[in-house]
């Protein structure tokens, strides 16, 4: 963005720093050990000490919530989903009280939350649940009290007091559901970098950063792989309209915002690249090419709240077809199963599994009136010697399924080919989609 006739960043941010009620939520990384812990402690008191009241929400310390799906994952590859949760949602409830602890200890008064305490009700399975609804009450008659409030990040609990986990990267959605229900002023999530960038910049070094980011924008980036934000927080964010900041948990700079698209936004025709090496991809080989095929096959795994990503049908030989599909890595051995079963229905041939693949996609809203711009990824790949496996496009992205082991160079020759790290020139906007 130029910039030019926008207010300052700086500016509008100085504005939520004088509000009352804020929620600040620290990721892994933030608080790995005793000494990130104690920045985050005199950080909330930092924001205390200027009047706000303040609600923490806290993931897991970096490495934990790995470590704990690896013990139960190292019994069975399929373990009961309600063991699984009540496990792997543990890390949460450690780096809450840890956080509280030295919060004291410097003089504070905060006092830690688990899911079940608030209590922040869930609906859905198991490891994806979504949030029903949150209550207020502990937390409010908490911060009147004068506490800080720490409330553990990924978790929510059912009516029979099962613990329930809200996907990988679920503390943002915790903290925005939280910031939404407590109608806060902003949902500041401190993080490992200081900002949305346009691309991963631990991956590439050209990335910029992006002062502001329309809700669309960052929902599509968080949603094709871009994890610095989950992608129901940007939901919630939305539809609840909670202002949301992303900052650096480790320096005192000027971060990324989450704002309305609207006209005034620059419609840039690429504004990010984004990966995902979260998923695999399962073909059916040989399966009848009759109506009812794909339902069979698709309606068990929904049923199994197996997400279901890209899909690609091939004619194979006269009357059958190649099915293949991409699920997340973490629901691969469920979906063998059932896309295992359906095959030995079906006749079909051996299933295949990949896990050695990774989604390459480039996002922007001005794709819509843009005509050429998934040409220039394909052509982009080719010079790289990189080979496409599948293609998905919507009317503001493309994806590419590639191998691996290409995407730090995919993600940097994309980067350049749109000359990403040049501030991006908004794209006049017409009516129609040309990609
Ligand atoms: P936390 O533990 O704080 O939730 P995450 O690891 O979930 O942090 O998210 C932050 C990470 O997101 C960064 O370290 C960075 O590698 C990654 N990331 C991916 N895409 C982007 C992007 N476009 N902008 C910023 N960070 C990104
Ligand atoms: N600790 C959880 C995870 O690693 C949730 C989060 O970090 O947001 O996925
Ligand atoms: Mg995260």
């Given at each position: 963005?130029d910039?030019s006739d926008?207010?300052?960043?700086?500016?509008?941010y100085k504005?939520?720093?004088?509000v009352?009620?804020?929620?600040?939520?620290?990721?892994?990384?933030?608080?790995?050990?005793?000494e990130?812990?104690?920045?985050?402690a005199?950080?909330?008191l930092?924001?205390?000490?200027?009047?706000?009241?303040?609600v923490?929400?806290?993931?897991?310390?970096?490495?934990?919530?790995n470590?704990?799906?690896?013990l139960?994952?190292?019994?069975?590859?399929?373990?009961?989903?309600?063991?699984?949760?009540?496990l792997?949602?543990?890390?949460?409830?450690?780096?809450?009280a840890?956080?509280?602890?030295?919060?004291n200890?410097?003089?504070?008064?905060?006092?830690s939350?688990?899911?079940?305490?608030?209590?922040i009700?869930a609906?859905g399975?198991?490891?994806?649940?979504?949030?029903?609804?949150?209550?207020?009450?502990n937390?409010?008659?908490?911060?009147?009290q004068?506490?800080a409030?720490?409330?553990?990040?990924?978790?929510?609990?059912?009516?029979?007091?099962?613990?329930?986990?809200?996907?990988?990267?679920g503390?943002?959605?915790?903290?925005?559901?939280?910031?939404?229900?407590?109608?806060?002023d902003?949902?500041?999530i401190?993080?490992?970098?200081?900002?949305?960038?346009t691309?991963?910049?631990n991956?590439?070094?050209?990335?910029r950063?992006?002062?502001?980011?329309?809700?669309?924008?960052?929902?599509?980036?968080?949603?094709?792989?871009?994890?610095?934000?989950?992608?129901r927080?940007v939901?919630?964010?939305k539809n609840?309209?909670?202002?949301?900041?992303?900052?650096?948990?480790f320096?005192?700079?000027?971060?990324?915002?989450?704002?309305?698209?609207?006209?005034?936004?620059?419609q840039?025709?690429?504004?990010?690249?984004?990966?995902?090496?979260?998923?695999?991809?399962?073909?059916?080989?040989?399966?009848?090419?009759?109506?009812?095929?794909?339902?069979?096959l698709?309606?068990?795994?929904?049923?199994?709240?197996?997400?279901?990503d890209?899909?690609?049908q091939?004619?194979?030989?006269?009357?059958y077809?190649?099915?293949?599909?991409t699920?997340?890595k973490?629901?691969?051995?469920?979906?063998?199963?059932?896309a295992g079963?359906?095959?030995?229905?079906?006749?079909?041939?051996?299933?295949?599994?990949d896990?050695n693949?990774?989604?390459?996609?480039?996002?922007g809203?001005?794709?819509?009136?843009a005509?050429?711009v998934?040409?220039?990824?394909?052509?982009?790949?080719?010079?790289?010697?990189?080979?496409?496996?599948?293609?998905?496009?919507?009317?503001?992205?493309?994806s590419?399924?590639?191998?691996?082991?290409?995407?730090?160079?995919?993600?940097?020759?994309?980067?350049?080919?749109?000359?990403?790290?040049?501030?991006?020139k908004?794209?006049?906007k017409k009516?129609g989609?040309?990609?």
């Amino acid at each position: 963005m130029d910039g030019s006739d926008q207010q300052p960043f700086r500016l509008k941010y100085k504005e939520v720093q004088e509000v009352a009620l804020i929620v600040q939520k620290y990721g892994g990384t933030s608080v790995a050990n005793h000494e990130r812990i104690r920045n985050v402690a005199e950080r909330v008191l930092k924001a205390q000490r200027k009047g706000n009241d303040v609600v923490v929400v806290a993931s897991a310390m970096s490495g934990e919530t790995n470590r704990l799906i690896k013990l139960a994952t190292d019994i069975t590859e399929l373990p009961d989903l309600r063991e699984y949760d009540a496990l792997i949602s543990t890390g949460e409830n450690v780096a809450c009280a840890l956080l509280a602890v030295t919060i004291n200890n410097l003089g504070g008064k905060a006092r830690s939350l688990c899911a079940a305490q608030v209590p922040i009700w869930a609906e859905g399975g198991f490891k994806d649940a979504l949030i029903k609804d949150i209550e207020t009450e502990n937390i409010k008659k908490l911060l009147k009290q004068g506490y800080a409030v720490v409330v553990t990040g990924f978790q929510a609990v059912d009516e029979k007091g099962d613990i329930h986990t809200l996907g990988r990267g679920g503390s943002d959605t915790s903290a925005v559901a939280i910031a939404a229900a407590l109608k806060a002023d902003v949902c500041e999530i401190y993080t490992d970098v200081d900002g949305v960038y346009t691309a991963d910049p631990n991956i590439c070094p050209q990335a910029r950063k992006i002062d502001e980011i329309s809700y669309d924008e960052i929902m599509e980036m968080a949603s094709l792989g871009a994890k610095v934000l989950h992608i129901r927080s940007v939901e919630l964010a939305k539809n609840h309209n909670v202002k949301v900041a992303v900052l650096s948990s480790f320096e005192d700079k000027p971060g990324t915002m989450v704002v309305e698209g609207g006209d005034e936004m620059e419609q840039v025709i690429v504004s990010g690249v984004a990966y995902d090496k979260n998923e695999a991809k399962i073909t059916l080989p040989r399966v009848p090419d009759r109506p009812g095929v794909a339902s069979m096959l698709f309606k068990p795994l929904g049923e199994a709240h197996i997400v279901v990503d890209m899909i690609v049908q091939n004619a194979s030989e006269e009357g059958y077809t190649d099915m293949t599909f991409t699920v997340r890595k973490e629901d691969l051995p469920r979906a063998k199963k059932i896309a295992g079963e359906v095959a030995r229905k079906l006749h079909a041939g051996e299933i295949r599994a990949d896990l050695n693949i990774a989604k390459i996609s480039i996002i922007g809203v001005g794709m819509r009136s843009a005509a050429g711009v998934a040409a220039k990824m394909f052509d982009t790949l080719a010079r790289a010697g990189v080979n496409i496996q599948m293609i998905s496009t919507s009317e503001i992205k493309v994806s590419c399924v590639i191998e691996d082991k290409y995407t730090e160079l995919a993600v940097r020759e994309l980067h350049s080919a749109f000359e990403l790290h040049k501030p991006q020139k908004a794209h006049a906007k017409k009516a129609g989609k040309k990609k």
